[in-house]
């Protein structure tokens, strides 16, 4: 498994601008260099989010996290 625990809590909160304890992570699914999972706040916002990962012999690299709110379509923060 490329993608730890604490690796997909710390990029989730990055992504979302909340604290690590301000949300949990269900339904992770790892699918290759892929893992993707979904995010309740505690406001009960829902998001779907995905991150990558890789070890090679340099170690372990894991994205940032991308989420997208569930109901709403996914949009390229770059064109914001």
Known sequence: MAVTDEAIVERTAFALGLAKGDFTVSNRVDDGTTTRYS??????????????????VTGRTVSEAICTKKGEVARNPLLR
């Open 39 to 56: 995010v309740r706040t505690k406001t009960g916002q829902d998001f779907n989010c995905f991150v990558g990962g890789s070890i090679s």
